[in-house]
C-alpha cells in the first residue's frame, strides 16, 4: 500500500512538470527558420541617422537570445524587413511653479516589421514593435535625447525580439 501511495504521489509531483519544454519555444509559424538576415532598417522617422544604432541593437539582442543566427540575406531562411516609423518625445513632468517647463521627457521609437520568408511570403507580421525610456532634461534637450535613444532601442529589441522568438 506504501508503495502504491508513494508512486502515486511521485507521478502527481512529476505531472506538474508536462507542459514544459527545454530548448527553443518559437511560433508555430517560424518552426523552420533558424537563420535570419537582418539589413540596414529604413529610416520613415524625422530623426535622421538613427537605422544602423536600432539594426545594430536589434542584432546584439537576436544573439543574446539565440533563438535564431544572424546571417547574410543569401544565407538566410528569412529576412527581417523594418522601418523606423516613429520617434516621439513626450512631456513627462514639469518644473514645479512653471508648467510650461519640462524636467523630464519619454521617448519612445516604434517600428514596423515584416519576417519574409526565402520564397517571399511573409512568416511573421506585419507587426509593429515599440519601445521607449525617459530622460531628463539639462541645458541641451537634443543631447540629453540622443543620449537616450540607445536605451529606448535596447528596449525596442527586447519586445522586437520576444514577439519574434516567442511569438509575443
Request: proline share 4%; charged share 20%; net charge positive.
Amino acid at each position: 500500500m506504501k508503495a502504491l501511495f508513494g508512486g502515486l504521489a511521485v507521478a502527481l509531483c512529476l505531472s506538474g512538470c508536462a507542459g514544459y519544454r527545454i530548448g527553443e519555444v518559437k511560433p508555430h509559424a517560424l518552426r523552420e527558420i533558424r537563420t535570419i538576415a537582418v539589413p540596414t532598417f529604413r529610416n520613415e522617422s524625422f530623426l535622421p541617422r538613427i537605422e544602423v544604432l536600432i539594426t545594430n541593437t536589434l542584432i546584439k539582442q537576436l544573439q543574446q537570445d539565440g533563438t535564431y543566427r544572424i546571417v547574410s540575406e543569401d544565407k538566410a531562411d528569412a529576412v527581417l524587413q523594418a522601418t523606423i516609423k516613429a520617434v516621439n518625445r513626450v512631456p513627462r513632468r514639469a518644473v514645479s511653479g512653471n508648467v510650461l517647463a519640462t524636467t523630464e521627457f519619454n521617448l519612445g521609437l516604434t517600428v514596423a516589421y515584416t519576417l519574409v520568408g526565402r520564397d517571399g511570403q511573409p512568416k511573421a507580421g506585419p507587426g509593429l514593435a515599440t519601445g521607449g525610456t525617459s530622460f531628463f532634461v539639462g541645458s541641451d534637450v537634443t543631447t540629453d535625447e540622443r543620449q537616450a535613444l540607445p536605451l529606448a532601442a535596447e528596449d525596442l529589441a527586447t519586445r522586437l525580439v520576444s514577439q519574434l522568438s516567442e511569438g509575443w
